[in-house]
């Protein structure tokens, strides 16, 4: 009797671990209006998750203002201990944060993963006379209240990079006419309807209407051309201008270490999924898989940088 109980009990010590259960419900927090880059990784991470068979139901919820900010101060009240919850951020928040001066921050919520990147191309209307950077830019020296330029949420690395090029073009940023969207779709209305004299946002936000000619796409924030994508660079057009957005999820305040790893796991092997490929492949995001410790790190660095940036442009209320 004694050697058959050893016996099951070693049967039972190498049996496999039982593979984690499908979770029900699960929310995604965009905290920003549909249409734009924090939607658009909303839903895509979401049908990941359910096509790799993580999740069954996905929620994303909208919610606008402040940079992200207001979506976050909703996420860490309502979802606090919740081990079934996202919020996507990236350097837009990071940037309406330090500007605004937000009574929230990174420090409220818990860093899962960095899933992506991009970099930032700034169009005009097809029927726009600009026809250039320099061409832009020269209109912009000579007026600078006259030539209106659109982004995500003030503070935001879209404001950032619009205030980085005043500057880089000898004009104080205090008089760039920038103008903010709560959100991607508000903004492509208003280049489309010639509302605004430019606008900037990721690339892949735009690619559809820049090969469609719906827009004309002057430059892109990159250090260097990509064979991928017919877009001169900012700098090599005389405006020294390198920057690149990121995007992450975030968990609420008060899961354990081992919520956290878990959900962890569940975002990377989404972010490595046919379904998330397919989508990062079509926008071209750049893979910045990078998770936990790692991710946290990254974060607090570039707070630090963008801190910085925001006092050197006194972009700050």
Known sequence: MKLKALLVSCLVALAP????AQVEQFKIMAPANPGGGFDTIARTLGEALQASGQVKNVV???????????????????EKGNPNALLVAGAVTVGAL????????????????????????IVVPA???????????????????????????????????????????????DKLNYIPFAGGGEGKAAILGNQIAAYISGYGELADLIKAGKVRA??????????DIPVPTIREQGTDVVV??????????????AQRAQLIKMVETAAKSPTWKA????????????????????????IKRTAATVKKLKLGN
Not at 98 to 121: A, D, H, Y
Not at 279 to 302: C, H, I, R, T, Y
């Open 17 to 20: 671990i039982a593979a984690q």
């Open 60 to 78: 994303v919820e909208n919610k606008a203002g402040a940079g992200g900010a207001i979506g976050m101060a909703q996420f860490v009240n309502n």
């Open 98 to 121: 330090e500007t605004n001066k937000s009574p929230v921050n990174f420090g409220m919520v818990t860093p899962i993963s960095r899933l992506m990147g991009e970099f930032n191309v």
């Open 127 to 173: 029927s726009s006379p600009y026809k250039s950077i320099k061409d832009l830019m020269a209109a912009y020296k000579a007026n600078p209240g006259a030539v209106s330029i659109g982004g995500g949420s003030a503070g935001g690395i879209d404001h950032i990079m619009a205030s980085l090029m005043s500057e880089r073009a000898g004009v104080d940023p």
């Open 218 to 227: 002057l430059g892109i924030s990159a250090a260097t051309r990509n064979p």
């Open 244 to 257: 690149y957005n990121w995007r992450g999820v975030f968990a609420p305040p008060g899961i354990n270490a």
């Open 279 to 302: 989508k990062a492949e079509k926008m071209e995001w750049l893979d910045m898989l990078q998770s936990g410790d790692s991710f946290k790190a990254f974060l607090d660095e570039d």
